[in-house]
């Protein structure tokens, strides 16, 4: 598994890989830079919008939305996220390929498990994510709001 920022600060991005025989699957987690920035920023690292499967958003502050609609559309990559981030970025209206996630529920993203987990922020239904390719794991937490016990299974 491999695990790429794209950026930090705020509008931060990052890219997660897993490869199993000749497959690679491709996710970006969330999408706080223009369509035109993250793909520069992936070209970088080796890899395009194109060759994506999906990308995750953990909520619907900007810096984690700046572009994910107008990627989803340009390249038909799904977009995973809560349905109050759904609602609250226009992606329940939007021509998008639109994959609700529910907290504690893993999903099945080509060679990647990906388990989304609540945390308290000031958003709709924050999530982050938890992603494994079987042999590994990564924890990602970017925003939370307040210390609480919520923990992700590690």
Known sequence: MRFASLGSGSEGNALVEAQSGAT????????GFSAKEV????????????????????????????SPLTLARKWSIPLYMSWGTARAVGADDA???????WGDEAV??????????????????????????GANRLGVL???GTPSRISAPC
Do not use: K
């Not at 690679?24 to 999408?31: A, E, G, I, P, W």
């Not at 021509?95 to 996630?101: A, E, S």
């Open 24 to 31: 690679t699957t491709r996710v970006l987690l969330d999408c």
């Open 39 to 66: 793909e520069r920023r992936l070209a970088r690292l080796g890899s395009s919008a194109e060759g994506l499967d999906a990308i995750l958003i953990t909520h619907e502050h900007s810096d984690h939305i700046g």
């Open 95 to 101: 021509d998008v390929d639109l994959q609700v996630l």
């Open 108 to 133: 099945a993203i080509g060679d990647l498990s990906v388990l989304p987990y609540t945390v308290p922020h000031d958003a709709r239904e924050p999530l982050q994510y938890v992603f494994s390719n």
């Open 142 to 144: 970017t925003d939370v």
